[in-house]
């Protein structure tokens, strides 16, 4: 089988790494000047676990543009069977646009991103009418327990998610067709992940994927939005003990507005604090995106605890400060 991995960040670049041992991969990159700095770089991703001393280079994948379609009797060539899309949350949208001509039904789209609501909108902006819906991919939506950071374009430091149960990939159909051969095709896409050990990947319930995605959700809402207003790693935000009332402030927030977790504030806490433990030397994707002026994705993160908040009725003063002063850091710094 061949896999599509849209977006080539941390997870990107190690979901392609791994599936290349046993699959073809082509890296769908955002832009000619992408392809070129790849091609500068013997078009290798390099890869490197936390208790290794060196890092592992890995060649031998295809790349395209996004938005690059050749046509043939007016059908694109090369339509896509499985796509991963490992982008920011606030670019998938437009991301999954540039590729729309390569999908149909006989395609699966798997969505990794942090924050929730991403499936939903991709559908009613793509795919909005009932008709059109009949020929949308499959989506699969992923949770990711990995913790890697990015050290320089194409290359990647692992910190932790190969070897814990709780930790790894872990994926459910969220079907748009009842078709069997569609269930049977994202079945098949998922294996492909699942038969790589390295990947430490779970094919899981609806139900039990939606408890990780909002476990998950609270994980990044306790973490991200601090660590990108200081600039500072997963270890740095715990050292202090204001950075740690500020994860339990977060969480206990999160406790109230996400009822359907049916969990305590404690839980929560001792869930986010593990994680920043675990991946200490880890700086987020919120921290990078800051360091390099681009805008973040927080709006679907601590923004989407807001938006549900309001809906039931619930204060939570911390989410809001923390969106407000990033936006107002992404501002100062002119990030686009």
């Known amino acids: 089988m061949r896999y599509h991995v849209l977006g080539t960040g941390a997870i990107g670049c190690h979901l392609a790494y791994d599936l290349k041992s046993r699959h073809n991969v082509t890296l769908i990159l955002r832009s000619k000047s992408a392809l070129e700095d790849f091609n500068k770089r013997q078009n ?28 043939d009797d007016g059908k694109p060539i090369n339509m896509m069977e499985a796509v991963v899309v490992t982008t920011k949350a606030q670019h998938a949208q437009e991301a999954v646009r540039s590729i729309k001509p390569f999908l149909s039904k006989s395609s699966t789209l798997i969505l990794f991103q942090n924050g929730m609501g991403i499936a939903d909108e991709l559908l009613e902006t793509l795919w909005p009418t009932p008709e059109e819906r009949k020929n949308a991919p499959t989506i699969v939506l992923g949770v990711n327990r990995h913790s890697i ?9 692992h910190n932790a998610g190969w070897y814990k149960p709780d930790d790894g990939y872990f994926m459910s159909p969220f079907s748009t067709s009842s078709e069997q051969d569609c269930e049977d095709q994202a079945q098949t896409v998922m294996k492909g992940l699942l038969d790589l050990p ?28 601090a660590t990108g207003i200081l600039e500072s790693s997963n270890g740095g935000l715990i050292a202090s003990s204001h950075g740690r009332e500020l994860i339990r402030q977060v969480c206990e927030e999160c406790a109230l507005v996400l009822s359907e977790l049916n969990t305590t504030a404690d839980d929560l806490y001792d869930m986010a604090y593990g994680t920043a433990y675990d991946a200490a030397p880890n700086t987020c994707s919120t921290v990078q995106d800051i360091k390099a002026k681009r805008l973040t994705e927080i709006e679907y993160i601590n923004g989407y605890i807001i938006r549900l908040a309001k809906e039931r009725n619930i204060p939570v003063p911390t989410n809001k400060f923390l969106v407000t002063l990033l936006h107002a850091k992404e501002h100062f710094i002119q990030a686009k």
């Open 198 to 225: 390295s990947l430490n990947a779970k094919i899981i319930e609806w139900k039990e994927l939606q408890t990780a995605m909002m476990r998950k959700l609270v994980v990044n809402a306790s973490l991200n939005a």
């Open 44 to 71: 290798q991703i390099v890869y490197r676990q936390v208790d290794q001393t060196e890092f592992v280079g890995k060649t031998g994948f295809d790349t395209m543009v996004a938005g690059d379609i050749h046509y």
């Open 149 to 157: 950071m990015r050290t320089e374009p194409f290359s990647i430091l």
